[in-house]
């Protein structure tokens, strides 16, 4: 635990800066800036530089893609339950359980840890990156259940593209971790981290696609994640448990990714 406060000092510091900088270039909102410096304050802080930087590379990444031809995304992301600037509950969804395990390695330095999270974030990557690639497929995503066309920004829906920039993130993610591991690791180790964020990425979809709350625009004949619709009219509860949110979907599939490269990196050894 030793030099712990002096890096939460200085995570806080640094967080603080980079959170107002992706405010100021509207990558983040007001809440979003505070979720940053949540997080951020302790991944740096428990973690370190390695496990800073992987989390950077997520965000810028994301981000990025985020902006690349926003304009031709805007009117599909209404649909969504928020918009291009990510809030307090996005960042804590993509990186609380990060922040948890920069806690847990703080007080072990279990090698597994340093995966966990890398497995966690190539979640993150991967749903952000099908979702702002997917975005721009020139044909309908399909329903993850059944193959089914449905209408670009439905919820489960996956798509070609979307579905390859999606691993391409993740396993990005992998090679990134195995390049900062303070751990050491395999290419092994690499790839289990990519076909993790995949995997939970995939899942997140299914939770999408079956029990996430989804509500009904009766004026406007269209599904969407939000309470109100973007035209303006009160939508009903259409499926799903209510209580479910994208936010916290993404969660859960960050706790996959996390799950499923902590295993696997423990039967890699």
Same mark, same amino acid.
């Given at each position: 635990?030793?030099?712990?406060?002096?890096?939460?000092?200085?995570?806080?510091?640094?967080?603080?800066?980079?959170?107002?900088?992706?405010?100021?270039?509207?990558?983040?909102?007001?809440?979003?800036?505070?979720?940053?410096?949540?997080?951020?304050?302790?991944?740096?802080?428990?973690?370190?530089?390695?496990?800073?930087?992987?989390?950077?590379?997520?965000?810028?990444?994301?981000?990025?893609?985020?902006?690349?031809?926003?304009?031709?995304?805007?009117?599909?992301?209404?649909?969504?339950?928020?918009?291009?600037?990510?809030? @307090? %509950?996005? /960042?804590?969804?993509? =990186?609380? +359980? *990060?922040? !948890?395990? $920069? #806690?847990?390695?703080? &007080?072990?330095?279990?090698?597994?840890?340093?995966?966990?999270?890398?497995?966690?974030?190539?979640?993150?990557?991967?749903?952000?990156?099908?979702?702002?690639?997917?975005?721009?497929?020139?044909?309908?995503?399909?329903?993850?259940?059944?193959?089914?066309?449905?209408?670009?920004?439905?919820?489960?829906?996956?798509?070609?593209?979307?579905?390859?920039?999606?691993?391409?993130?993740?396993?990005?993610?992998?090679?990134?971790?195995?390049?900062?591991?303070?751990?050491?690791?395999? @290419? %092994?180790? /690499?790839?289990?981290? =990519?076909? +993790? *964020?995949? !995997?939970? $990425? #995939?899942?997140?979809? &299914?939770?999408?696609?079956?029990?996430?709350?989804?509500?009904?625009?009766?004026?406007?004949?269209?599904?969407?994640?939000?309470?109100?619709?973007?035209?303006?009219?009160?939508?009903?509860?259409?499926?799903?448990?209510?209580?479910?949110?994208?936010?916290?979907?993404?969660?859960?599939?960050?706790?996959?990714?996390?799950?499923?490269?902590?295993?696997?990196?423990?039967?890699?050894?």
């Amino acid at each position: 635990m030793e030099g712990i406060p002096a890096r939460l000092a200085l995570g806080l510091v640094l967080s603080f800066g980079i959170g107002g900088v992706a405010y100021r270039l509207e990558a983040l909102d007001r809440s979003g800036w505070l979720g940053a410096v949540l997080v951020g304050t302790a991944v740096f802080g428990f973690g370190g530089w390695p496990w800073a930087f992987l989390l950077l590379a997520f965000f810028i990444s994301s981000s990025a893609l985020t902006h690349y031809r926003a304009g031709r995304k805007a009117g599909v992301a209404q649909e969504f339950a928020k918009g291009g600037r990510r809030d @307090l %509950g996005q /960042a804590l969804a993509n =990186g609380g +359980a *990060g922040a !948890l395990l $920069a #806690l847990l390695w703080a &007080l072990s330095s279990y090698p597994a840890l340093w995966w966990a999270f890398a497995g966690s974030l190539a979640a993150a990557t991967a749903d952000t990156w099908a979702t702002e690639v997917g975005l721009l497929s020139p044909r309908l995503p399909r329903r993850i259940l059944d193959g089914r066309p449905v209408p670009p920004g439905t919820s489960g829906a996956i798509s070609l593209e979307g579905t390859a920039a999606a691993g391409i993130g993740a396993l990005g993610i992998g090679f990134l971790a195995l390049l900062l591991s303070p751990v050491g690791g395999s @290419l %092994g180790h /690499a790839f289990f981290v =990519g076909m +993790a *964020g995949l !995997l939970a $990425a #995939l899942f997140d979809s &299914l939770l999408g696609a079956t029990i996430q709350g989804i509500h009904w625009c009766d004026r406007c004949g269209k599904e969407t994640e939000r309470p109100v619709h973007s035209c303006g009219q009160r939508a009903r509860r259409w499926r799903g448990w209510p209580w479910l949110t994208n936010d916290g979907v993404n969660a859960l599939a960050a706790l996959a990714g996390a799950l499923l490269a902590g295993v696997g990196a423990v039967w890699i050894g």
